[in-house]
């Protein structure tokens, strides 16, 4: 597909310089073409004079018969002469015109056009390093920008000017190297070390136009995985609450960027949280994201954190699953396990307490997850023996649930971690995790996370601390399992201090 031109002038060295090339060309041939017709008109004129020479032959014949059959003109003599001198000079001068003068006019066209392109050839070679700089820093910084409304995915977003004109391809081109000139007359930057990011004016998605932040970031959109009431609503409420606690003691600056107006109601559930009240459950079959800034201090770019929810019920349409490309982009997945979904653990639990109370999840995780694959194999055209570049965090949510501590909690990790000499606290805990699943027959839901994902980690939380009962919620592992899985995503955050170890 042909690319739309841009609002803004061509750089002279695109177009300018060729076009004064050619009229420059063009007006010294044009000029030599009609002094060749000037010459030989007059070379023409020169021609017809010759006539006179009849002049040369009647003197000829006086003189030779002594005045009989003739007469002696020495003025038509001289006339006669003078027309040879003139056809000899014009014919000299054509000569000249047309094969001298057009020889150094294209010698000197010819030595314009090289010293010209020699010039033409060092400006697109700095234009070259200019982009190919402009492009490694998004590549090596892993810039990019997903829209909260489309969830499609670019590197660089539409520049909306301040005339309102839009350019879709604000990089080094044709319309300038390091800045282009708007038809407006303003002068935009055109790469990020010259300040491209903090041009006056917005940036929009260029397939749906919803309004963005800037350019200059890190993009990690995170989907969070999860059957219908298994908590995801409040564990990412409470992730984002905890994480913005969390953030000084790590070095980084936290910011929040709200989407009020796709749904964005992450305010409105914290504030719900806060008085202990459980928020709504999402009834959207369209992702939502809920987007935050989480950057080291004093980095240029920043990391853009997305935790992208859908309803739960959505995995039980393939048809709804199917249009979240969100899903596509994605290279970190959080899997939301609710205990209670597993048949075997509920079913055993069903005489001790009041399962209501916690509001367990009916549908089963290796179903959801079965759901998810299938659904990533169709988006990126993969096989059912391919493994998807992606790093799963598995979290055990409500482990407020009696008996869950010291079945996976801290409590069995650390004693798993003293039976077995040399393990680390991460992998103690998957090994108690998914010692847990297979004694509640979940033997499936590992072999498809085993089998379609190269890279996972389990991990244990509790949205809530306990039931709704009026009491402030006392959030316990909600952060974690988002901090491992953004260490990973991002070169420019470090948390070993967590893991005890450099991801």
Excluded at 338 to 352: T, Y
């Amino acid at each position: 597909m042909a690319r739309q031109p841009q609002p803004a002038h061509i750089n002279y060295f695109f177009r300018g310089g060729y076009v004064e090339l050619g009229k420059t060309i063009k007006n010294a041939f044009g000029r030599c073409g009609r002094s060749i017709q000037n010459a030989a008109y007059s070379l023409g004129e020169a021609t017809s004079d010759l006539s006179s020479l009849s002049a040369i032959w009647d003197g000829f014949l006086a003189v030779i018969s002594f005045g009989e059959g003739g007469y002696f003109d020495l003025g038509d003599i001289f006339g006669a002469f003078w027309s040879v001198i003139k056809f000899c000079y014009y014919l000299v001068n054509l000569f000249c015109v047309a094969i001298v003068t057009t020889f150094v006019i294209a010698f000197f066209s010819a030595a314009h056009i090289i010293l010209l392109f020699a010039f033409f050839l060092i400006a697109y070679f700095f234009f070259a390093i200019v982009k190919l700089s402009d492009m490694l820093y998004c590549a090596l910084k892993k810039i990019s920008t997903s829209c909260p409304r489309c969830q499609h995915r670019y590197s660089l977003p539409t520049y909306v000017c301040q005339c309102g004109d839009k350019h879709s391809r604000l990089v080094p081109g044709k319309y300038g190297i390091f800045k282009r000139k708007c038809y407006c007359s303003r002068k935009l930057k055109t790469t990020f070390f010259n300040g491209r990011h903090k041009l006056a004016g917005k940036w929009i998605c260029p397939d749906c136009g919803y309004e963005l932040g800037g350019p200059l970031q890190v993009d990690i959109p995170i989907p969070v995985v999860g059957g219908p009431s298994s908590g995801k609503t409040c564990y990412i409420s409470m992730a984002i609450t905890e994480i913005e606690k969390a953030a000084p003691g790590h070095k980084l600056t936290f910011e929040y960027k709200e989407n009020v107006n796709l749904g964005d109601d992450y305010q409105r559930n914290k504030a719900t949280m806060d008085r202990g009240i459980v928020p709504s459950k999402t009834t959207d079959f369209r992702m939502r994201y809920y987007q935050f800034y989480l950057t080291p201090r004093k980095n240029r770019v920043r990391n853009l954190i997305s935790l992208c929810d859908v309803a739960g019920e959505t995995y039980e349409h393939n048809d709804e699953i199917g249009k979240q490309i969100g899903y596509k982009n994605a290279k970190s997945f959080l899997l939301i396990l609710d205990p209670l979904s597993l048949q075997q653990f509920r079913e055993n639990l069903s005489g001790e307490i009041e399962l209501s109370q916690y509001r367990g999840s009916q549908r089963s995780m290796d179903e959801v997850l079965d759901v998810l694959i299938r659904t990533l194999e169709n988006m990126h055209s993969a096989s059912a023996s391919d493994k998807f570049k992606a790093d799963v965090a598995i979290v055990f949510t409500k482990c407020d649930i009696p008996g869950i501590e010291e079945r996976i909690g801290d409590a069995a990790v650390k004693s798993y971690m003293a039976a077995h000499e040399g393990v680390d606290e991460m992998q103690a805990r998957n090994a108690v995790c998914e010692s847990f699943m297979r004694e509640n027959e979940e033997d499936n839901f590992l072999n498809m996370l085993k089998h379609k994902f190269g890279s996972y980690q389990f991990f244990t939380s509790s949205a809530l601390g306990h039931v709704e009962n009026g009491e402030n919620f006392a959030p316990v592992g909600v952060a974690e399992p988002v901090l491992w899985l953004i260490d990973k995503a991002s070169s420019s955050i470090n948390l070993k201090n967590l893991w005890g170890k450099k991801l």
